[in-house]
């Protein structure tokens, strides 16, 4: 698939819903939670790598 082919199968839709909503904007309290009580502590914080699988409202790991 082609850069061309990518571009004309784009659903704009959720982009749309995303930008008017509060929601997804921000990542949920709980993982704000978990990275606070693993990570904020560490010395070096540049060297914590976290992947983020893609799914779920978008306010995710992006956010913090």
């Keep these: ?12 839709t959720w ?6 909503q509060e929601w997804g904007k921000y990542p949920c309290e709980e993982l704000i939670r978990f990275i606070a009580k693993n990570f904020y502590n560490v010395a070096d914080r540049s060297k914590i790598k976290i992947l ?9 790991i992006y956010g913090i």
């Design 15 to 20: 982009e749309r819903v995303f930008q008017k």
């Design 52 to 60: 983020e699988i893609g799914f779920g409202s978008g306010g995710g």
């Design 1 to 12: 698939m082609n850069k061309r082919q990518v571009n004309m199968s784009w659903d704009t």
